[in-house]
Structures are given as C-alpha cells and as structure tokens.
C-alpha cells in the first residue's frame, strides 16, 4: 500500500494482522504434512488442531464442531450441500445474503425461494413464518452480518421458527466474524460459514462450523483429512495464521467501539452533504457504513477516492473488478439508489484519521460534481 493511503474496505479484505502473519511465516518454516507420524508431522496436527480450538473458542462450540475448508465461499457450499444430501428439498436465502449463498443455493437443483427485507434491510419475520408453513423441509439461509450496509439479522429469532420447522439454519457470518461477539448455540445456528480473510488473517482458508443437528456431507474425495469430509492435504500455514487471528480479533473486540464512533461521525458529515446512510434504522456492524449520493455513480466515487489515496469499495464489486448497481441496495427497496451506493469499512489497525480522510476526500469530490452539474443546467 502507498505511504499515506488511506484504506476503508475491510470488508472486501482485512490487512493481515501481526500475529497472524508471524503465525503463518513460522508454520512455513517446517516441512508440514499433519498426517505424516513423524515429528514434523505431529507437530504440524498440532498447529491445525490449535487452531481448531481457537476458531472453536471464537463461536462457543467444541473443537470438533470445525472443518476448515478453503474460505467463505466453499464453508457456505458444503453447508448447502450438505443440507441438500441430508435429504432438506427446498432453500430459502435471505434476499441481502451473499452471492456465495445465492448462486450456490440456485447451482443446488432445489428450489430456492427469497426471504424479502425491510427498508433497513431486516428480514422479514412474518414472511418466513408463513414460507415454512409450504410443504417440503426447508434449509434457511440468513446471513449474520451484511457485506455492503453492516446489517445484523435477526437469527435466533429465524432458529426458532426454523427449529420448530424441523428445518436447517445454516448463517454465513463471514462479515460478522471478530467484528461482534458471536455465540454458535445462543444463535441457534445448525452451521455456521467463516473466513480468515475478513478477520485479519490470510485468503484461501476458514471453517464451516456444524451444531449436532446438522450432518456434513464428503465434499471431496481422498484422503480421510479433516474427518473424511474434505479430503486434501491441509493448508497448515493458512490455518495457523487463521487460529492467530481468530485470537488476536477476539482480544481486540472491544476496539471496535471507536470505529462506530468514527464510522458515525463519517456518516453525519456525508448526510449533512444530503447523502443517505442505508441501514442506519437497523443494528449494524461497527466498522461498515454504506451511503449513496444521488447522481454521485459508485464506479465515479470509487475511482475519485482512490486518486485521493482513499481506498474503499462500491456497494458491490464483481470479480472482474466491474462495478454494478448494489443489489443489496435494490432488496432494501431503493433501486433509486443502487447505482450510488458507497461502502466504507474499517477494521483493527483503522484510525480516526483515515475515517476523517475518506470524508474530506468524498465531500471535495461531491462538491466538485455538484458545481459541474451546476454549470451543465
Ligand atoms: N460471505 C460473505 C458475507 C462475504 O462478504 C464473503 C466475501 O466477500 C464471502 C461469503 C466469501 O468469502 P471468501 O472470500 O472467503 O470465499
């Protein structure tokens, strides 16, 4: 990163924290097969079962309750595939959840029905009440956390309609992760996806956590690792610096405080300038705020904000970097808005001088588009 950037976009990815990078470089120094008998090899099952007990620790759960896999996106696939050969027939996703949910749930073959939300992107309680009412047992998916506005759901709430359905919970709490405080069992989840990335760790790892309810399917065929349910060698360094971070974020949490106060203090400058802050009537992550200035395009304010030095994200980017209208935004019942949706999002190393960089850097753009559109009229 430049010297004297400014970077928001945590929720995409977090900068690697201290320990985690110490923990990684130090699993690489040996050689490491955790299946091998001999002391290198016990001693790397030790780092991954470490490491176990501290993503374990992170939700509440026993140590067995964790599978590492390769990152959010294949923890939220095995939970559907799983939920699909455990004999559920049909899916329901929360309209806001992310596409690792939404296109893993449609790529299933089962029938894939939208929970809607609110105008503060809250779930509808009432809708999936009357949804599990419909015969065929349900898998419920309901993220924890939104990527893009912060949004927290209400999941106990959703467990109990969904327990008393006999159906699956499984909650993608990827975003939430070492941002909250997270309780497996108080949430009522059956399965639970996590990533190391959006907590201070590394890409290319995280967990799916199972609750006794929920039965994991083989993912990939092999060796028995990680109980027969994902077969392949480990990446021992990769969850070693995910154990490291989960302890590191879980220490830090009450450092997250200042990053509301900040992130407010962002979102009552931006307002004052006549943006609007989604989400702002719900409970919300304290490091993300998502807010659009009507006419103020998303891939325009990304774009002015990084010539500023100031790093951070459109409502929603895709993988080839395109930025497209936020869908998110779109469920929440403000299409009027989607185009313009900006997310900023701090995490564990963020200051109140970056918060207050990207607000200087957004109020000069915003102005400067506002006195070009001025002199066009
Ligand atoms: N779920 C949510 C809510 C996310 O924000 C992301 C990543 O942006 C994922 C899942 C996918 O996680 P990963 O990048 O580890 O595959």
Known sequence: MAPGSVYLD???????????????????AAPANPSSVHAAGRAARDLVETARAQVAALVGVPSGSVTFVSGGTEANALAIESAKVAGFERIIVGATDHDAVIETAKASGLPVETWPVDANGVAHMAWLEAALKAPGRALVC????????????????????????????????????????????????????????????????????????????????????????????????????????????????????????????????????????????????????????????????????DLAGVMVSAGSACSSGKVKASRVVDAMGRSDLAPYALRVSGGWASTEDDWNRCGDAWIAAWKRIGARRREVA
């Open 142 to 305: 309901l993220m924890l956390a939104n990527n893009e506005t912060g949004v927290l759901q209400p999941v106990a709430e959703a467990s109990a309609l969904v327990r008393a359905a006999d159906g699956w919970l499984h909650v993608d709490a990827v975003q939430a992760a070492g941002k909250i405080a997270i309780d497996f069992s108080a949430l009522g989840a059956d399965t639970m996806a996590l990533s190391a990335h959006k907590l201070g760790g590394p890409q290319g790892v995280g967990a799916l956590v199972a609750g006794t309810r929920a039965t994991l399917s083989r993912r990939q065929h092999g060796g028995g690792q990680e109980r027969g349910r994902r077969a392949g060698t480990e990446n021992v360094a990769g969850i070693a610096a995910f154990g490291a971070a989960v302890e590191a974020a879980s220490r830090d949490l009450p450092l997250m405080a200042p990053q509301a106060q900040w992130r407010d203090a962002l979102a009552e400058r931006v307002k004052a300038e006549g943006a609007v802050v989604l989400g702002e009537g719900a409970e919300r992550l304290p490091q993300t705020l998502c807010f659009a200035g009507m006419g103020f395009g998303s891939e325009i304010q990304v774009m002015t904000l």
């Open 10 to 28: 945590y929720n995409a990815t977090t900068p690697i924290r201290p320990e985690a990078r110490e923990a990684l470089l130090r699993a690489l």
